[in-house]
């Protein structure tokens, strides 16, 4: 894969509740920008991001998984992320390492707790969003509904840019409200819009219109004036909006038709922000960072992901914010204090590995058999140094004890889940000293099932999962001294007795 300068580089995570079709949509993404060349589906095992046995058998996204495509002149990092609440820990790392983020909500099921909980990972991270209605060929699919519930919880900055033409099994295309044509089908077929819907896509049109001119005064002035907004002036305002989460905007689509994927790939160039207008959190200091391609500026990279792959060890995830990494070289690692040996740098998709020379700021990288460095870590030029502010993830919430199946599994038990904490940060390992068990802690008890299967799959260690033992700790703690006679004589045999 070609090397990209950093305005032509977007990072952007796809954020929902479970179930609401990111895969599907990561998906159809890949299919149209012509990085694969069949459409893989979640229930037939079959797509680029679900590629790990136990997301194939729960049909679940359960990690993290790195989708580059290239549309048009921009490199385009799609990071798919779980639904469940279980691995929030890998939509933390994908949210960081981001500059933009996709909301997918379904169509017919609307806003759900998950599309909250989403909603304020973008928050609290500040990243520029679109929103994505997908599942207009789904019964029940209802996308004005849709808007009035993001209206409702969101504010009104949730404004539609497409308007769906049809739903259900009439969904044939959409109306793109900045261009006023219609796309049909899939590849959409440019044409006009349907007289049915020209009232509609005029109120909603001029909806648009008057936000983007909020937040310009030259444009609010022009458009108060009775003049037309340019093309150009309603795109570079509209995009200003967006960078600055002023304007979220509303596109829709079915991932399964793949209708609307290309219009998407074209508002994520078009609207989202660049690398370049990123930041990053130096430890000790809030400001920006700036980073420059190529191998003039110090390095500074950040280690957002680890994993354990039973064919070639353990992976390491990293996104260059400045300067770059290169093939067999030498960083060193301002976490740990100790310099780290790079061997061949990869792109992934899915699981497909692309070796490349070097990973330039602004993007992401794989690299295999790193020795000390973990999640959180930060890699830098020895020669001037910087902390970059780790990932901040949850604390454990539920908690098993382990005990393996048979005594050949006992002797392996420590490595396999030292290595298996290693890779999930959420996870907690320790030995209760009262009862002797060995406790797993995580988010919750889908995360330590998949855990368990992945210690088997992995590491071919078989374990029980079973509910931890409660200590009792009754015990005397203070020691004292008493005396009691007992005398009683009221005729016939007496009574006594002395009790010390």
């Known amino acids: 894969m070609e090397q ?24 159809a993404v890949l299919f149209t920008a012509g990085a694969i060349t069949r459409l893989g589906k979640v229930d037939d095992g ?42 929030v820990a890998e939509v933390k790392a994908a949210v960081r390492v981001s ?24 928050e609290e991270a500040n990243l520029p969003r679109l929103i994505f209605v997908n599942k207009m060929d789904r019964e029940n699919a209802d996308f004005y509904r849709v808007v009035e519930q993001l209206q409702t919880r969101f504010g009104d900055r949730c404004l539609p840019l497409q308007l769906p033409i049809g739903a259900h099994n ?16 899939s590849p959409g077929k440019e044409g006009a819009i349907p007289s049915s819907l020209q009232a509609q ?4 049109r001029k909806k648009m219109v008057e936000a983007v001119a909020e937040i310009d005064d030259s444009l609010l002035e022009k458009y108060l004036g009775g003049e037309e907004l340019s093309p150009g002036e309603l795109g570079d305002g509209l995009r200003r909006a967006v960078v600055t989460g002023r304007i979220v905007p509303i596109l829709v689509g079915s991932a399964m038709q793949n209708i609307g994927t290309s219009l998407l790939l074209d508002a994520i160039g078009r609207y989202l922000p ?49 300067g770059a990494i290169n093939s067999n070289s030498q960083v060193w690692n301002e976490t740990r204090g100790e310099a780290e040996r790079i061997g061949q740098l990869f792109i992934l998709r899915g699981k497909t590995q692309e070796a490349v020379p070097q990973i330039r700021a602004g993007d992401i990288g794989v690299v295999a058999k790193l020795s000390l460095t973990g999640t959180g870590d930060t890699l830098c030029s ?84 079973v509910t931890p033992r409660v200590p009792y700790r009754e015990t005397l703690t203070v020691a004292t001294k008493a005396e009691y006679k007992h005398k009683k004589q009221t005729g016939g045999h007496g009574q006594y007795g002395h009790v010390l």
């Open 274 to 322: 660049s690398p370049q207008e990123g930041r990053v959190a130096i430890a000790g200091d809030s400001g920006k960072l700036e980073a420059e391609p190529g191998q003039n500026a110090p390095l500074a990279a950040l280690v957002f992901k680890t994993s354990a792959d039973p064919y070639v060890g353990k992976l390491t995830y990293f996104r260059v914010y400045q």
């Open 99 to 122: 500059e933009g983020a996709i909301i997918v909500v379904c169509a017919a099921s609307g806003v759900e707790v998950g599309t909250e909980q989403m909603w304020a990972q973008s």
């Open 46 to 87: 079959t797509t680029t991001s679900d590629y790990d046995p136990a997301e194939v058998k729960h049909k679940i996204s359960i990690s993290l998984s790195l989708l580059p495509c290239q549309w048009q002149e921009t490199k385009i990092n799609l990071l798919d992320t779980p639904g469940y609440s279980d691995f």
């Open 170 to 185: 009439d969904f044939q295309g959409i109306v793109d409200l900045m261009t006023m044509k219609s796309y049909l089908g």
């Open 201 to 204: 896509v005029e109120s909603f």
């Open 4 to 27: 990209y300068a950093l305005e032509n580089i977007r990072n952007i995570v796809l954020l929902s509740h479970a179930g609401a079709g990111k895969t599907s949509l990561s998906e």
């Open 382 to 465: 020895r020669e001037k140094p910087l902390k970059i502010v780790p990932i901040s993830f949850p604390e454990p919430a539920f908690s098993e004890a382990v005990y393996p199946k048979t005594k050949a599994d006992l002797d392996k038990l420590g490595a396999a889940l030292s290595r298996l904490t290693e890779e999930e940060p959420t996870l907690r390992l320790h030995r209760n000293s009262e009862t002797g068990e060995t406790i797993l802690s995580g988010l919750g008890e889908t995360q330590l099932e998949v855990a368990a299967e992945k210690v088997l799959r992995k590491f071919g260690v078989g374990i029980d999962l």
